[in-house]
């Protein structure tokens, strides 16, 4: 079945520092890649989509990346700020439009 | 409407009532997501509209489980017989109108089961 691994453990990064989060896959074939932030007791805000031709996207402080071949998308963000702390959950979908996200991981910003 | 709306905000049951949850797309989406997400969890699809296409039930966890969507607008999630494992959060979403943008969701609908 398809699957969506996220870092289960929370991670913590100096303030100023770049946050790199890590979603792997297995058993899928997506034609896009998103990532989103969530806020304790919000939905998901979306962040960035990335498209299986696309190696790279960049969105202000933001930077996502997707190796088709490793079955992998690094999400980036640089001079990370204690605003920062969130939930980001990596999803992807396919040519359907059905979207499957994965658990997130618990980013915190330390001052 | 500007977003999706989702009501009730918040909703306490007691074990084996019916509930109904309901979502309020944004206007012009023809396609709409069901998600639960339990605490510390993520998110669980569980069905998808698309236009007249049938359904995409798959995701949903057993027969107790319905969802119906009226005119291609609103969304109406019911659940039967309530157990306490169906206490989550259930969120709404609807995609952009082009293929493949981002989905926009609700606050969602927090369940509690006692």
């Known amino acids: 079945s398809q699957k969506i691994e996220q870092n289960s453990e929370a991670l913590n990064i100096q303030e100023g520092k770049t946050a790199t989060l890590t979603c792997n896959y297995t058993?899928?074939?997506?034609?896009?890649l998103q990532w989103y932030r969530q806020d304790p007791g919000r939905g998901p805000v979306f962040l960035l989509l990335?498209?299986?031709?696309?190696k790279e996207k960049r969105k202000e402080r933001l930077k996502v990346t997707f190796d088709t071949t490793l079955k992998q998308s690094l999400f980036h963000i640089t001079a990370s700020q204690p605003a920062d702390s969130a939930t980001y959950l990596c999803a992807l979908s396919g040519r359907d439009d059905k979207i499957i996200f994965g658990k997130g991981t618990r980013l915190h910003i330390l001052p | 409407g500007a977003g999706v709306s989702q009501s009730p905000s918040n909703k306490v049951t007691e074990k084996g009532k019916d509930v109904e949850l309901r979502c309020d797309p944004i206007?012009?989406?023809?396609?709409l997501y069901w998600y639960r997400q339990s605490l510390g969890q993520g998110l669980e699809f569980l069905i998808y509209?698309?236009?007249?296409?049938?359904?995409?039930k798959s995701g949903l966890p057993s027969d107790r489980f319905s969802a119906e969507r009226t005119g291609g607008s609103v969304s109406t999630l019911t659940i039967q017989r309530t157990q306490q494992e169906d206490s989550a959060v259930y969120l709404c979403a609807t995609p952009g109108t082009a293929v493949n943008t981002e989905a926009f969701f609700g606050q969602g609908t927090r369940l509690t089961v006692v």
């Open positions: 206007s012009g989406h023809t396609a």
């Open positions: 058993n899928y074939s997506p034609a896009y």
């Open positions: 509209f698309q236009g007249n296409s049938a359904p995409d």
């Open positions: 990335i498209r299986e031709n696309e």
